[in-house]
């Protein structure tokens, strides 16, 4: 008893860790990290995670909060799909704010391309939630591993060890939400598939 307890509490918390809403500031902290855009000034790289971080994490996750306390839902509420249209609008319209402000500061376009890969992730999993409650969770891993690999023939590098680590991310994050029943097996594999199409284009286009 004692054991699948802790197995659900560790699954609980690495649902919590890579909850979607941090990948994009993951992505651009890749970028800085591994690309020539380290090359950058660092108080202009702080700027951009600091923007990106406030649109796409703190001001969503918020405004999620705050409806549901307002509807007086508790937080498996938003694990229904009848009760994630309101969460994935504020997610969505927080995420093209950003990618407006991007836009006004004239951020290269490598750079907001990774905000444009989360957002048409973000759409298309709005959409499909009218019918299935794919894992938005998987879809996020997904896209960053479309990302990666659309990333790799852009910049030309080798992408093995990047896409072993993800696709091992995305095996333990869907394996979680299965143990939490969130998401059957079909929901999580739907998520990462559907994630890893809308990453690539997202970057490509």
């Known amino acids: 008893m004692r054991r699948n307890r802790l197995i659900l509490t560790m699954a609980n918390y690495i649902s919590i860790v890579f909850t979607p809403f941090y990948l994009p500031l993951m992505g651009l902290l890749a970028l800085f990290l591994f690309t020539y855009l380290s090359m950058l000034h660092w108080g202009y790289k702080v700027h951009l995670l600091l923007l990106v971080w406030l649109f796409t994490c703190l001001l969503p996750t918020t405004l999620i909060r705050l409806y549901r306390h307002y509807q007086g ?76 690999v659309a990333f790799s023939l852009i910049f030309g590098f080798y992408p093995l060890w990047w896409l072993c680590f993800l696709i091992l991310l995305a095996g333990v994050l869907g394996t979680s939400r299965m143990l939490l029943r969130i998401h059957s097996l079909g929901e999580i594999v739907g998520g990462y598939l559907i994630g890893v199409a809308a990453g690539f284009v997202g970057i490509v286009l």
């Open 73 to 148: 839902w508790p937080l498996l509420k938003l694990m229904q799909r009848e009760a994630r249209y309101v969460p994935y609008v504020i997610s969505i319209v927080c995420y093209f704010v950003c990618l407006y402000v991007m836009q006004l500061q004239h951020v290269a376009h490598i750079i907001t391309s990774v905000v444009v890969a989360a957002l048409i992730t973000q759409i298309i999993c709005a959409i499909i939630n009218h019918w299935w409650k794919i894992s938005t969770h998987t879809a996020a891993v997904g896209a960053t591993t479309g990302a990666v």
